[in-house]
């Protein structure tokens, strides 16, 4: 049968990550190349000056708290597409390791059963990222917009309130800056949007695993009866697999813990501001949509977490049944008891975690 390649599935996501300069080539992490001077030019222009020049603004703005708000509400955006910025170059060596061990032969399924059997959990996940894309190009379209979708440009009014050291209020330094925060919001919107769908897409794989070891050990029956240790090394493949999916896992998650952690805790606050902002704004305004369009995409992208964190839970679970559903009547004494230890291993569940404050699960979700 034909290899899957797992690599493939995520290679759109990873030219956008290249592009941004967060994919360096080969295996490992950042060397002394031009790619990582082009990282580092990108992430002073886009992430740390478009964000200072924000923040220094506040103390401008101090007495306007419709402005503070709206300030601090895209504030907390960018500065978690550079959190996670943070997070995906210091933990680079891992995802580099965890994406090469991928496409490893234990992970690969055995037959067409098998790989129609997670082709389900590709698609879903592909579906989920297409819905993330589409509010977050329409929030971002919005918001680059909103200047010129209510003339606000006459004024030379930025789509981001922001401080700069010249002014902005002649040309071409209006068209120029203006140019320069459309760049920069696209910027952090591609890294924030990736980042996301990397570690949806590392869970959905870890519970693609659980469906291939689920189908191995409910199959355990279809053994040769002049082969009286055929059951036994099947089934202690089948404890290999598990020993190395639970370790991907360990790995995964030791990747992606801070992103996770700093995605609900400013997705929370955010959608708090947002909220808050719709009192204020007017309805079904440029910016009210872009609001709505803002929610829509925090509550996918927290639904992208739970949604594959509640599945690896219950993938897991499922398990220890499929043991049950094996042929295990007519194998010797000794397998019988290699299936109870095993069995027994596999009462405890896999649970994806952020620094062990909360797990991701539709009960999280709600």
């Known amino acids: 049968m034909d290899r899957l390649d797992w690599n493939r599935i995520f290679r759109f996501n990873i030219l956008m990550l290249k592009l941004t300069g967060l994919w360096p080539s080969g295996d490992g992490s950042y060397g002394f190349n031009l790619y990582t001077l082009y990282?580092?030019?990108?992430?002073?222009?886009f992430h740390i000056v478009f964000i200072g020049t924000q923040t220094i603004n506040l103390y401008f703005i101090r007495d306007d708290l419709n402005s503070i708000t709206g300030t601090i509400f895209i504030l907390l955006t960018d500065m978690s597409a550079s959190l996670k910025t943070?997070?995906?170059i210091k933990n680079m060596k891992i995802l580099k390791q965890l994406m090469t061990t991928v496409n490893h032969d234990?992970?690969?399924p055995k037959t067409p059963q098998q790989k129609n059997l997670i082709l389900p959990n590709i698609r879903f996940w592909q579906i989920i990222v297409l819905t993330v894309w589409f509010f977050s190009a329409g929030c971002l379209i919005l918001w680059s917009l909103f200047p010129i979708l209510d003339k606000s440009f006459h004024q030379y009014r930025l789509p981001f309130l922001?401080?700069?050291?010249?002014?902005?209020?002649?040309?071409?330094?209006?068209?120029l800056t203006y140019a320069y925060q459309v760049v920069s919001i696209s910027v952090l919107a591609v890294v924030n949007v990736n980042i996301d769908n990397l570690i949806a897409y590392?869970?959905?794989?870890?519970?693609?695993?659980?469906?291939i070891l689920w189908d191995d050990l409910r199959n355990l029956r279809g053994f040769d009866k002049n082969d009286k240790d055929y059951v036994n090394r099947k089934l202690i493949n089948c404890v290999h697999h598990h020993r190395e999916i639970l370790k991907f896992a360990d790995y995964a998650n030791r990747f992606y813990n801070w992103l996770l952690f700093v995605q609900f805790f400013v997705g929370g606050f955010s959608l708090g501001l947002a909220m808050f902002q719709l009192t204020v704004v007017t309805p079904f305004s440029s910016e009210f949509h872009s609001l709505i369009s803002y929610l829509n995409a925090i509550v996918v992208q927290v639904f992208l977490?739970?949604?594959?964190?509640?599945?690896?839970?219950?993938?897991?679970?499922?398990?220890?049944?499929?043991?049950?559903?094996?042929?295990?009547?007519?194998?010797s004494a000794e397998v019988k008891k290699n299936m109870i230890f095993f069995g027994l291993r596999l009462q405890k569940s896999l649970q994806i975690s952020a620094f062990g404050l909360f797990f991701l699960s539709l009960e999280t979700f709600v």
């Open 39 to 45: 990282t580092i030019v990108s992430i002073l222009l």
């Open 86 to 88: 943070y997070g995906l």
């Open 106 to 108: 234990v992970f690969q």
């Open 162 to 175: 922001a401080w700069y050291p010249y002014n902005i209020k002649t040309s071409p330094q209006y068209e």
């Open 202 to 211: 590392l869970n959905m794989y870890v519970g693609s695993q659980f469906d």
């Open 305 to 331: 977490y739970c949604w594959f964190g509640n599945e690896i839970e219950i993938k897991s679970r499922k398990l220890p049944y499929a043991i049950f559903q094996s042929n295990w009547t007519d194998v």
